[in-house]
């Protein structure tokens, strides 16, 4: 990652590209603080379709375990008119 001045950044604007083009992330910042964040447009996903999966399953499995106590139907139950 390359963090960089405004001012450097318009001087430098073709190279930063470039560097951008080839996977490195650029900030660009203001009197010191982050204003621009360059990315690369095709990056590698952080989390792959098998990964996504497979947490899925674990939620459902999770899920699956889970039973309502008696403490579920007083609840739904409190208020009601009978």
Do not use: W
């Amino acid at each position: 990652m390359q963090s960089i001045g405004i001012a450097e950044a318009k001087n430098n604007f073709s190279a930063l590209i470039d560097s951008v083009e080839k996977g490195e992330e650029v900030r660009i910042t203001r009197h010191g603080k982050e204003v621009v964040r360059m990315l690369p447009v095709r990056r590698k996903p952080v989390i792959t379709d098998e990964q996504i999966q497979r947490e899925l399953g674990q939620i459902d499995a999770l899920h699956a375990t889970i039973r309502p106590g008696p403490a579920a139907c007083t609840l739904r139950n409190e208020g009601r008119q009978p």
